[in-house]
């Protein structure tokens, strides 16, 4: 309870900073806040279509909420950013200077505004350059003179008009545009307020065409390049394809190849079937050759003159010729009418031959048997087929060698072909298999652009802005009400923190907090312009008094009653409570001596150091009260004997003393001295503080009465109680010559 009596008479103590400080804040507030105008707010909604929207790139996979999330926040960004608000700034500066006018509001252009743009620009140390760079049939051309005009400098103007502090057209300004998403929709909510109705509208118009400009430009950029980098490589890995494909085709051409792997495969069964056929042939040679050579080993001297004729070897090489021919002709042949019919005549003519032989060979045949018993006629017969026979194995092996050759000159030919076919063919396919690889990433990049064409095309302006006519209330109330609260909560709150890490004693509750000592009693200090003052010292002197007085309750035989008042420091006021005490003692009949350090007796003394009892220091009298004045604690030491001879030891302090280490340290040597705590009278103490102790102090007016009944907490007192009670407290009896009397009766 104490602690929040504490708390309200600090409030009370500092109410005038409080008040005053708060009055002339909201004061000042008002006079900055009078001429606040309303703004004119322009608001748009974008539709973007990142969440429902569709793409050609969609795989039916669902809707990617942190995507869609991630492209939202992209577009808000882009919408936000320098480079985009840096355009809409010289366009918007460009429109203003072309379609303006400085006598009348058109094209949504106010004539205030424009005639601001044009002087501010005018003024300006290049006025007349910039002017030249408007083309009034053109906002384009004129804009673009603009960012050609402009340069990193400080001194240019159009750089400064974007990166100063320029009301309409600077960065800092252009950065008030709010962009919201409406839940989680594919709507963008786009904001802008200004203290002109045109250039707020125009602001907004401007920033929506710049910012689907710039977003195409972001998201075409490097699509573009993709594309034109896979389109080159096609170019350049088609034209080798086609060089490679070009080049086996001459290869072939050259080598008079259709299909290598066809005709190799062609060349392999031929070669089998050849290999038996080979086989074959020798096989018949060799049995023809063996029964020629056993035929004419048989035969007689006459058979050998047959086969040794002139006209049979004659007729036996036509034969031979014509079956060589036959053997040809059937062992390659074209299946042609002509060439059955030659074959036909070769084999007439070999039959007529053969016959001829036969009548030829029968002329030296002698006897029908021989001398072995076999028929002579049969074995000319059987050399003549032999021979025949071994004519025609003949005529095949020729030709099968020859074929052999013909073999061998193939695969010669077919092997190293085959290589480089094969090396041809190989790089034909990695090039074949880059271009194919190089074709889809081109399509996807194809198709990339057009879904990012898509979605730039679905962003569409929903609500187009509109000119405001009316401007926006003003939060001018509000401002001045939150300049109150707040001064008043800050100066309040300032106080607060001092009074929490303030050392200073100022009053009671705070002195015995911070020394832990009890209280004895308060006195007032001088209070200059105070009729009550002297009033304020009567009440206060008889409570201390009634508070010391308790403590005389037993003395030693021809000694008087001591009070010993001590001091922390010089200053504290010890001096004057001490007569103050003297003086209404004396007042009431008690005899009082009052000796002090420095008059009496002195604290440098070895007297002083090693007394054992206050007689060392002063003679009795017939005094009933002795007041004892010792040094201040920081000065001198107090013997302990003097400290424990006395009925009351009393610690005077200043409430307007600063409670230090030094003080803390002292107090607690003497409390090792007194083996107790001492008691502290407050001196200087304010008024609220007085009352703890003596009741309520002049005035005794309504208010005071009031206040004074508020501080006490007295909430629920009697109103009639409050009445009588005060009724006969009158000025006059609280100026009438002081008394002794009793804690109650008052």
């Known amino acids: 309870m104490d602690y929040i009596l504490y708390m309200f008479r600090s409030l009370y103590r500092v109410r005038w900073w409080v008040i005053l400080g708060t009055v002339l804040v909201t004061t000042l ?37 942190a995507l869609a999330q991630n492209a939202i926040d992209n577009l808000i960004n882009i919408i936000q950013a320098e480079s985009t608000l840096k355009r809409v700034s010289i366009r918007l500066f460009s429109r203003v200077l072309v379609e303006g006018s400085p006598t009348k509001d058109q094209n949504q252009i106010t004539s205030a505004c424009y005639n601001y743009t044009y002087n501010h620009m005018k003024n300006s140390p290049h006025g007349k350059e910039l002017i030249a760079l408007i083309d009034k049939n053109s906002v384009d051309k004129t804009m673009e003179n603009f960012m050609k005009y402009e340069k990193p400098d400080i001194n240019n103007y159009i750089y400064g008009l974007f990166y100063f502090q320029h009301p309409y057209y600077s960065l800092e300004a252009l950065r008030k545009v709010k962009v919201n998403r409406l839940g989680n929709s594919d709507l963008l909510k786009v904001g802008y307020a200004s203290s ?9 118009e401007i920033l929506m065409k710049e910012f689907v400009h710039e977003y195409r430009i972001l998201r075409y950029g490097e699509t573009d390049k993709v594309i034109e980098f896979f389109k080159s490589q096609l170019d350049s890995i088609g034209r080798q394809l086609a060089d490679e494909e070009d080049n086996l085709t001459q290869y072939n051409v050259e080598n008079r190849i259709i299909n290598y792997y066809d005709e190799t495969k062609e060349i392999a069964a031929i070669n089998k079937e050849f290999e038996l056929r080979e086989q074959d042939v020798k096989l018949a040679y060799n049995s023809s050759k063996a029964m020629l050579e056993e035929l004419e080993r048989q035969m007689d001297s006459n058979k050998k ?39 036909k005549e070769y084999k007439d003519s070999l039959r007529q031959i053969r016959k001829d032989m036969s009548e030829i ?14 028929a002579r006629t049969n074995i000319v017969e059987q050399w003549l087929d032999q021979t025949l026979l071994y004519e025609k194995a003949k005529a095949e092996m020729e030709i099968v060698q020859q074929s052999r050759n013909n073999l061998n000159q193939k695969y010669e030919f077919y092997a190293p072909v085959g290589t480089t076919i094969k090396r041809k063919e190989r790089s034909i396919s990695f090039s074949e298999h880059s271009y194919l690889t ?77 020394t832990g000592c009890p209280i004895i009693g308060t006195f007032p200090g001088k209070m200059h312009l105070n009729p009550y003052t002297k009033t304020f010292d009567n009440h206060s002197i008889r409570s201390l008094s009634s508070s010391i007085l308790r403590f005389f309750t037993h003395r030693e035989p021809g000694k008087p009653y001591i009070l010993n008042l001590l001091s922390i420091e010089d200053g504290s006021g010890r001096t004057d409570i001490a007569e103050q005490l ?51 604690l920081d000065r001198a030491n107090i013997p302990t004997p003097l400290l424990l001879e006395a009925q009351l030891n009393v610690l005077v302090v200043s409430a307007n003393y600063g409670w230090k280490t030094m003080d803390k340290i002292n107090l607690h040597r003497l409390e090792e001295q007194l083996g107790a705590t001492p008691y502290i009278c407050l001196n200087h103490a304010p008024k609220y503080d007085l009352e703890n102790f003596t009741g309520m102090l002049p005035p005794y007016t309504p208010w005071h009465r009031f206040t004074y009944r508020l501080s006490q907490l007295a909430l629920t ?20 010559k002081p008394t002794i009397i009793n804690d109650d009766d008052e």
């Not at 002109?196 to 907004?204: E, K, V």
Request: proline share 3%; with cysteine.
């Open 29 to 65: 507030i008002y006079f900055k806040t009078k001429n606040m105008r309303g703004t004119y707010d322009v608001q748009t909604t974008l539709y973007t279509g990142v969440v429902s929207g569709y793409s050609i790139e969609d795989n039916n996979t669902g809707i990617n909420y």
């Open 196 to 204: 002109d109705p045109g250039i707020a509208y125009n602001t907004i």
């Open 305 to 343: 003159k047959a086969i040794t004729n002139l006209s049979l070897i004659e007729k036996l090489k036509q034969a031979s010729d014509l079956t060589g021919k036959i053997s040809e002709m059937e062992t390659v042949s074209d299946n042609t009418t002509e060439s059955a019919r030659k074959l």
């Open 361 to 374: 060979s029968s002329q030296y045949v002698g006897s029908k048997y021989s001398q072995s018993g076999l």
């Open 438 to 514: 190089t074709l889809q990433s081109y399509n996807e990049a194809l198709m990339r652009k057009k879904s990012l064409e898509m979605t730039s095309a679905s962003l569409k302006v929903l609500n187009p802005p509109a000119y405001p006519i009316t401007t926006s209330p003003t939060n001018r109330t509000k401002i001045r009400v939150i300049a109150c609260i707040g001064s008043f909560l800050l100066i309040f709150g300032f106080f607060v923190m001092v009074e929490l890490i303030d050392r200073t004693l100022r009053d009671s509750v705070r002195t015995r907090k911070l």
């Open 582 to 632: 003297e003086k209404y003692w004396q007042s009431i009949g008690l005899k009082i001596r009052h000796i002090s350090d420095g008059v009496d007796f002195h604290s440098d003394s070895s007297r002083y150091l090693m007394a054992k009892n206050i007689t060392d220091l002063y003679t009795p009298g017939n005094e009933d009260i002795l007041i004892v004045e010792y040094p201040q």
């Open 717 to 736: 007192e009697s109103f009639v109680h409050w009445t009588l009670h005060w009724r006969n407290k009158s000025p006059k009896t609280a100026t009438r």
